[in-house]
């Protein structure tokens, strides 16, 4: 087989070529695990005060790729800025995570914004536009927004739940509200992922972390068609952008993803055996993934053995080596560093 030598070998792989090694990033890959992240955690007033300071921001993105090589960055945001910037009260409190004004009728819906407040987002902009300049020049840069269904669970709930049973309950209970939320936000994170690209941006990932609480009919209307929706809203204005889907906990409707016009790549959780997706999706699909987060926690054999699976797994395809969801952030900086020597050498 002949292999390609692109200047960026991730953005090679998106675009279906299968690399002499797979190219490395990792979901939340710039956080807490990172002794030099906690360092400049530390000097903002909040986790939003930290999201919109782009000498922050930048800094926090730069942090893994100097540690560690990965051969994309992904912004330092959360995808809370958009309903953030839509109007609805956003906080984050340590050690218990976001917390919102729940959205749970017409009226709290009414008090959002048409459209984000784009001067609000600004400053991840200006992230996006210095670290175009200021990553190595074999390195990609990543954008990303989370899906609406996943997003407008957090609006509605207030917070993470374990099911997302208030926003299921909203669906059910009240449709067209809740399919007036899905709208705006499908609008608004089509233009936000746009203008990440405007800025910068090389390619954009849509995090569907809560996909998999859904099921097959709910799963249809609430994530596979606003998501389909929103790439094709993306890919209208930047056309040659490559878009990757991670709809955690898809199991056996991953396919509606991997089938969705404008997708080149499939982000795939833990619990899916690389085997099976090579031979289940379509061949000129890139797939992303999924080492258990829990093996790089762990180390030793157990970390040796995960990274071998997951190699010899995707073997065949052309592949990104992740994560089956995000690092976390008791995970060993050593361990990471092992992870990277055993990739570099496959």
Same mark, same amino acid.
Not at 83 to 96: H, I, N, R
Not at 162 to 170: M, S, V
Not at 232 to 240: E, F, G, N, R, T
Not at 254 to 276: C, H, N, Y
């Given at each position: 087989?002949?292999?390609?030598?692109?200047?960026? %070998?991730?953005?090679?792989?998106?675009?279906?070529?299968?690399?002499?090694?797979?190219?490395?990033?990792?979901?939340?890959?710039?956080?807490?695990?990172?002794?030099?992240?906690?360092?400049?955690?530390?000097?903002?007033?909040?986790?939003?005060?930290?999201?919109?300071? %782009?000498?922050?921001?930048?800094?926090?993105?730069?942090?893994?790729?100097?540690?560690?090589?990965?051969?994309?960055?992904?912004?330092?945001?959360?995808?809370?800025?958009?309903?953030?910037?839509?109007?609805?009260?956003?906080?984050?409190?340590?050690?218990? $995570?976001?917390?919102?004004?729940?959205?749970?009728?017409?009226?709290?819906?009414?008090?959002?914004?048409?459209? %984000?407040?784009?001067?609000?987002?600004?400053?991840?902009?200006?992230?996006?536009?210095?670290?175009?300049?200021?990553?190595?020049?074999?390195?990609?840069?990543?954008?990303?927004?989370?899906?609406?269904?996943?997003?407008?669970?957090?609006?509605?709930?207030?917070?993470?739940?374990?099911?997302?049973? %208030?926003?299921?309950?909203?669906?059910?209970?009240?449709?067209?509200?809740?399919?007036?939320?899905?709208?705006?936000?499908?609008?608004?994170?089509?233009?936000?992922?746009?203008?990440?690209?405007?800025?910068?941006?090389?390619?954009?990932?849509?995090?569907?972390?809560?996909?998999?609480?859904?099921?097959?009919?709910?799963?249809?209307?609430?994530?596979?068609?606003?998501?389909?929706?929103?790439?094709?809203?993306?890919?209208?204005?930047?056309?040659?952008?490559?878009?990757?889907?991670?709809?955690?906990?898809?199991?056996?409707?991953?396919?509606?993803?991997?089938?969705?016009? $404008?997708?080149?790549?499939?982000?795939?959780?833990?619990?899916?055996?690389?085997?099976?997706?090579?031979?289940?999706?379509?061949?000129?699909?890139?797939?992303?993934?999924?080492?258990?987060?829990?093996?790089?926690?762990? $180390?030793?054999?157990?970390?040796?053995?995960?990274?071998?699976?997951?190699?010899?797994?995707?073997?065949?395809?052309?592949?990104?080596?992740?994560?089956?969801?995000?690092?976390?952030?008791?995970?060993?900086?050593?361990?990471?560093?092992?992870?990277?020597?055993?990739?570099?050498?496959?």
């Amino acid at each position: 087989m002949t292999f390609s030598k692109p200047a960026k %070998p991730f953005l090679a792989a998106l675009a279906g070529q299968r690399q002499p090694r797979p190219p490395v990033w990792l979901m939340r890959q710039a956080g807490r695990y990172l002794p030099e992240y906690r360092e400049i955690r530390a000097r903002a007033a909040s986790f939003l005060d930290f999201c919109y300071t %782009p000498a922050f921001t930048v800094e926090a993105t730069l942090q893994p790729i100097r540690r560690f090589g990965f051969d994309a960055a992904i912004l330092f945001s959360d995808i809370l800025v958009v309903p953030d910037a839509l109007g609805q009260t956003v906080s984050f409190e340590s050690g218990e $995570g976001p917390r919102l004004d729940p959205i749970t009728d017409a009226e709290g819906l009414s008090r959002l914004k048409a459209e %984000p407040d784009w001067q609000k987002l600004s400053p991840v902009f200006e992230t996006l536009d210095r670290l175009k300049t200021a990553l190595p020049g074999d390195v990609a840069l990543i954008g990303f927004c989370g899906a609406p269904w996943t997003v407008a669970s957090y609006m509605i709930a207030g917070r993470g739940t374990p099911d997302q049973a %208030p926003a299921r309950l909203i669906a059910y209970r009240q449709p067209n509200l809740f399919a007036a939320l899905i709208d705006r936000l499908v609008e608004a994170s089509a233009e936000y992922l746009a203008r990440q690209i405007a800025a910068g941006a090389e390619a954009v990932q849509v995090f569907d972390s809560w996909a998999g609480v859904l099921p097959p009919a709910e799963f249809e209307r609430w994530c596979v068609k606003p998501v389909a929706a929103l790439v094709a809203k993306v890919k209208a204005k930047a056309p040659k952008t490559p878009v990757i889907a991670f709809p955690r906990g898809a199991a056996t409707q991953l396919a509606k993803f991997a089938g969705m016009a $404008g997708v080149s790549a499939i982000g795939l959780d833990t619990a899916v055996e690389p085997a099976a997706a090579v031979a289940a999706l379509p061949g000129d699909l890139a797939l992303q993934g999924n080492l258990d987060p829990l093996a790089l926690v762990a $180390g030793g054999a157990a970390l040796d053995e995960g990274i071998d699976r997951v190699l010899q797994g995707f073997g065949s395809r052309a592949h990104i080596f992740n994560l089956g969801h995000g690092i976390l952030p008791e995970t060993p900086v050593a361990h990471v560093e092992r992870m990277m020597a055993r990739v570099r050498s496959a």
